[in-house]
């Protein structure tokens, strides 16, 4: 991203952080705020909004770092997770994680190198009935197996 561009990005976090400072509690969402425009959270950015909304950047960090929803680290455009709760583990959801793995080439929390996938996981979709699953974006899939994670791969652009 281009200075130019990310300059822009912070324009747009400030504006939205003046309309709602005056409210208690804003942090978290000014956060959300944050990660859509800049797609995570890198130390620069908290360090921006703790500045903005006047807090330590201790409060800030401890809120990133303690919900697995924000990230300081780029994300594929897609991010496919793995349910690991007792009902998917049992069901094989080791070997889902292990079969992801293998067809992206990279290792569980990392993202790809062309930026399409990150590889996460999760611990529980609410979806026991369709273990193992997994969830692209948005996306529950049951079942899956060695076979539906190549279908998966491919409908994403993989």
């Known amino acids: 991203m281009i200075e130019a561009d990310q300059g822009k990005l912070y324009d747009e976090l400030k504006q939205y952080i003046d309309t709602v400072k005056s409210k208690p509690g804003i942090l978290i969402s000014v956060l959300h705020k944050a990660q859509g425009l800049f797609g995570y959270l890198p130390v620069e950015v908290q360090k921006f ?11 800030v960090y401890g809120v990133v770092t303690f919900y697995n929803f924000f990230s ?6 897609h991010v496919i997770n793995v349910c690991l709760g ?4 049992v069901k094989g959801a080791e070997k889902v994680v292990t079969n992801f793995e293998d067809a992206l080439h ?4 990392e993202t790809t190198s062309d930026k399409m996938f990150t590889l996460s996981s999760a611990r529980c979709f609410g979806a ?3 273990a193992p699953a997994v969830m692209v974006d948005d996306e529950v899939y049951g079942q899956v197996d060695k076979k539906k994670i190549g279908e998966i791969i491919k409908k994403y652009g993989g």
């Open 49 to 59: 909004i703790a500045m903005q909304l006047n807090l330590p950047f201790s409060q």
């Open 72 to 77: 300081m680290k780029p994300k594929g455009k």
């Open 86 to 89: 007792t009902a998917c583990y």
């Open 106 to 109: 990279i290792k569980m929390g």
């Open 128 to 130: 026991c009935g369709l």
